[in-house]
C-alpha cells in the first residue's frame, strides 16, 4: 500500500466528521518493507507448527486413523482454498487489517467488525493456550521443576513481547530460525520412526459396534475429527496481516501464504502418517505428546529425547507469531476506531507496542486465569471458523460486485474453490459444537460482546479515512460515478 494511503486522508473523504489528519496516521504508522516474501512463508508454517507435535492426534481417538486423515485432508482444502483468497485479496488491498479490511469492503461495516473481532479473539486466545503447553512442555522436559507454571509463562510473553516491540524484521528472523530448528525435528522424527513403520499399525483399533475397522467410529467419528484436522494448518492465515510491513505485497503475500500451506501439507501428512504407522493408531490417539511418546514406544529414547527439546521449538514459533498476529489486528482495527484508538499506537521502532503490551497481558491473564491449554485452544478454533466464513464470503462478494478491481494474483477457479471453503468451514463451526460446546459457547458470548460495543460505541467514533475505511470509501465512490 502507498504512503499516502497510510498517513494522508483523501479530499474525497475529508468531510467525514470523524476524519482524522496526517499526524494521527504518523503516529500509527508500521514499518514497510521488513517483511520478504521467504519470511512471510516462515511466518505461516510457524503459525501451526506447533500443531504437527501435539493436539492432532486425538481426532485419531475420535474417528480412527482414516476418519483423521479425511479430517486432514478435507480441512486441509479449507485452507487451501481459503488461502487463494486471501492471497488474490492482500494483493488488491495491502493493510495490517487483512480479513476485517477486506470484510469491510466486501460486506460493509457490520460484516468488517464481526470479521476484525472473530481474528483477534482467534489470536488472543492462541498464545495463551500455547504458553500453558510450553510450560507443560518445560516441566516435563525436567526443566525448572520447581517454578510455578505461571511464572514460565510471565517470562516468556515478557521476553516475547519485548522482542517484538523492538522492531518486526528482528522479531520474524527468530521466528524463522525457531521455525527452522521444529522442522529439523521432523525429519529427525521421519527417520528415527521410518524402520517401525507398519500399515496394519494404522487400523489396530477395535471397531464400535456396526462399524469397521477403516471407520472403528462411523460417520461421526469423522465430523468430531474435523476439528482436531485444523490443528495442523491453525493460524496460517494470519500471513496477510503482514501485508503493511511486506517489502512488495503484491508479489510477496501470494508467494507468501501458498508456500506455507504447501510446506503444512508436508509436515502434517508425515506426522499423521509416520505417528500412527509407529506405534498404531490406538497408541497415538491418547498419546499426550505423539512423537515423542511414539519413538520412546519403539524404543528411540535418545531420538525421542532430541524431538522432545525441538517440540519445544514449534511451540515457541506458534506462539511468537500468533502474539504477533493479534497486535496487527488489534492495531488496524484501533486505527480504523472499532476499539479504543489508544491500542494503535506506534513507537519509533514503527512496532504497535502498545497493542502488543495490553494484549500480552490479556492474553496472559487467560493462560492464569483458565489454565486449561485444550479449552483455550477450542475456543479459539471456533472463532476462527467464524472469521473463515466472513473471509470466504468476502471473496466471493468481491470477485461478483468488483471484477474490476485491480488484483496482482488472482485464485484459481474464481469463487469455486472459495465457495466450497465457505462451506467447509460452515461444517467445521458446527463440529466445534461436537468436540466442546462450553467452549463454542463462550467464545459466542465474548463476539456479542464486541459486536454489542461496536452498535453502541465504535460505530459513532469510526476513523473516516483509515486505510482500511479508504479502501471501503473509494469503491463505493467509484460505485457511484459508474
Known amino acids: 500500500m502507498s504512503t499516502s494511503v497510510a498517513t494522508a486522508p483523501?479530499?474525497?473523504?475529508?468531510?467525514?466528521?470523524?476524519?482524522?489528519?496526517?499526524?494521527?496516521?504518523?503516529?500509527?504508522?508500521?514499518?514497510?518493507?521488513?517483511?520478504?516474501?521467504?519470511?512471510?512463508?516462515?511466518?505461516?508454517?510457524?503459525?501451526?507448527?506447533?500443531?504437527?507435535?501435539?493436539?492432532?492426534?486425538?481426532?485419531?481417538?475420535?474417528?480412527?486413523?482414516?476418519?483423521?486423515?479425511?479430517?486432514?485432508?478435507?480441512?486441509?482444502?479449507?485452507?487451501?482454498f481459503m488461502s487463494f483468497g486471501l492471497a488474490e485479496m492482500s494483493t488488491a488491498m495491502p493493510t495490517a487489517g487483512a480479513g476485517y479490511a477486506f470484510a469491510r469492503r466486501a460486506m460493509g461495516r457490520v460484516g468488517g467488525a464481526l470479521t476484525g473481532f472473530a481474528i483477534l479473539v482467534d489470536f488472543t486466545i492462541c498464545p495463551a493456550a500455547i504458553s500453558l503447553f510450553i510450560a507443560d512442555y518445560v516441566h516435563a522436559l525436567g526443566l525448572f521443576a520447581n517454578v510455578p507454571s505461571a511464572l514460565i509463562v510471565a517470562v516468556f510473553f515478557i521476553v516475547f513481547i519485548a522482542l517484538q516491540i523492538v522492531g518486526v524484521g528482528e522479531a520474524l528472523k527468530v521466528t524463522f530460525g525457531i521455525t527452522l530448528v521444529a522442522v529439523a525435528a521432523l525429519v529427525i522424527f521421519a527417520v528415527g520412526i521410518a524402520p517401525s513403520?507398519?500399515?496394519?499399525?494404522?487400523?489396530?483399533?477395535?471397531?464400535?459396534?456396526?462399524?469397521?475397522?477403516?471407520?472403528?467410529?462411523?460417520?461421526?467419528?469423522v465430523v468430531s475429527a474435523l476439528p482436531y484436522g485444523m490443528w495442523l494448518f491453525l493460524g496460517v492465515e494470519g500471513v496477510p496481516l503482514a501485508a503493511e510491513e511486506s517489502a512488495e505485497p503484491s508479489r510477496d503475500m501470494p508467494r507468501g501464504i501458498i508456500g506455507a500451506m504447501a510446506l503444512l501439507f508436508v509436515t502434517g501428512a508425515a506426522a499423521l502418517m509416520l505417528t500412527t504407522g509407529g506405534a498404531g493408531a490406538a497408541f497415538t490417539g491418547t498419546a499426550a505428546?505423539?512423537?515423542?511418546?511414539?519413538?520412546?514406544?519403539?524404543?528411540?529414547?535418545?531420538?525421542?529425547?532430541?524431538?522432545?527439546?525441538?517440540?519445544?521449538?514449534?511451540?515457541?514459533?506458534?506462539?511468537?507469531?500468533?502474539?504477533?498476529?493479534?497486535?496487527?489486528?488489534?492495531?488496524?482495527?484501533?486505527?480504523?476506531?472499532?476499539?479504543?484508538?489508544?491500542?494503535?499506537?506506534?513507537?519509533?521502532?514503527?512496532?504497535?507496542?502498545?497493542?502488543?503490551?495490553?494484549?500480552?497481558?490479556?492474553?496472559?491473564?487467560?493462560?492464569?486465569?483458565?489454565?486449561?491449554?485444550?479449552?483455550?485452544?477450542?475456543?479459539?478454533?471456533?472463532?476462527?471458523?467464524?472469521?473463515?466464513?466472513?473471509?470466504?464470503?468476502?471473496?466471493?462478494?468481491?470477485?461478483?460486485?468488483?471484477?474490476?478491481?485491480?488484483r496482482a494474483f488472482r485464485a484459481p477457479c474464481g469463487v469455486a474453490l472459495t465457495s466450497i471453503s465457505l462451506v467447509l468451514s460452515a461444517v467445521a463451526l458446527v463440529s466445534t459444537f461436537f468436540v466442546d460446546v462450553v467452549a463454542a459457547a463462550l467464545t459466542l458470548a465474548v463476539l456479542v460482546v464486541l459486536m454489542a460495543y461496536f452498535f453502541l460505541y465504535a460505530r459513532y467514533h469510526l476513523v473516516g479515512n483509515a486505510p482500511d475505511e479508504e479502501f471501503a470509501a473509494l469503491a463505493a465512490a467509484e460505485a457511484e460515478l459508474a
Not at 489528519?21 to 516474501?37: I, N, P, T
Open 289 to 406: 505428546a505423539p512423537l515423542v511418546d511414539t519413538l520412546n514406544e519403539v524404543g528411540s529414547p535418545l531420538l525421542a529425547t532430541v524431538v522432545n527439546y525441538a517440540g519445544l521449538a514449534g511451540l515457541v514459533a506458534s506462539f511468537f507469531s500468533t502474539i504477533y498476529s493479534a497486535s496487527r489486528q488489534a492495531f488496524a482495527l484501533s486505527r480504523a476506531g472499532y476499539l479504543p484508538k489508544f491500542l494503535s499506537y506506534t513507537g519509533e521502532r514503527k512496532t504497535p507496542f502498545v497493542a502488543l503490551t495490553v494484549f500480552g497481558v490479556i492474553e496472559f491473564a487467560l493462560a492464569v486465569g483458565v489454565a486449561n491449554g485444550s479449552a483455550l485452544l477450542n475456543m479459539a478454533v471456533f472463532a476462527a471458523c467464524v472469521s473463515y466464513a466472513m473471509m470466504n464470503l468476502s471473496h466471493i462478494l468481491l470477485r461478483r460486485n468488483e471484477p474490476e478491481m485491480p
Open 10 to 80: 483523501r479530499t474525497a473523504i475529508s468531510a467525514d466528521p470523524h476524519a482524522e489528519g496526517a499526524d494521527y496516521f504518523e503516529k500509527r504508522s508500521l514499518k514497510k518493507g521488513s517483511v520478504s516474501w521467504v519470511m512471510l512463508c516462515g511466518l505461516g508454517v510457524a503459525y501451526a507448527i506447533s500443531g504437527d507435535f501435539s493436539g492432532w492426534n486425538y481426532g485419531i481417538a475420535e474417528g480412527g486413523w482414516v476418519g483423521m486423515l479425511v479430517a486432514f485432508i478435507v480441512m486441509g482444502a479449507m485452507y487451501l
Open 197 to 221: 513403520f507398519s500399515v496394519a499399525h494404522l487400523f489396530d483399533i477395535a471397531p464400535s459396534a456396526g462399524a469397521t475397522e477403516l471407520l472403528p467410529f462411523g460417520v461421526a467419528g
